[in-house]
């Protein structure tokens, strides 16, 4: 069963930039379809982003289209989501997710493995 830890989450102000990192264990990174979802207070979680097993096709929400993007270290075990340009509506616990089948799944329920999450907090 792959395991997802999380770093990088952190206070921001408005227009900077910030990268998560999540590294996985205990099952084969590059066999797993990744995503990176997002929850802000009071909201449901929603899709970030994915990328296919070998990091060449990505998928974006569209709230984060141009700003944000995903990719992999497969030699590391590694996901990456450099955000850009970032909002103060951008402020949510980001999750990183993995699955075996698709990248086209838009719902964390889909992505049957997932991260414990980390904050990231835009503000002035």
């Known amino acids: 069963q792959l395991q997802l830890v999380e770093s990088g989450g952190d206070l921001v102000q408005p227009g900077t930039s910030l990268r998560l990192s999540c590294t996985a264990s205990?099952?084969?990174?590059?066999?797993?379809?990744m995503g990176w979802f997002r929850q802000a207070p009071g909201k449901e979680r929603t899709f970030v982003a994915s990328i296919s097993r070998n990091g060449v096709t990505v998928r974006y929400g569209d709230s984060v289209k141009g700003r944000f993007t995903v990719s992999r270290d497969n030699a590391k075990n590694t996901l990456y989501l450099q955000m850009n340009n970032l909002a103060p509506e951008d402020t949510a616990v980001y999750y990183c997710?993995?699955?075996?089948?698709?990248?086209?799944?838009?719902?964390?329920?889909?992505?049957?493995?997932g991260s414990q999450g980390t904050q990231v907090t835009v503000s002035s």
């Open positions: 997710a993995g699955n075996r089948q698709s990248m086209y799944f838009s719902a964390f329920e889909d992505f049957h493995v």
């Open positions: 205990g099952d084969t990174f590059v066999n797993y379809f």
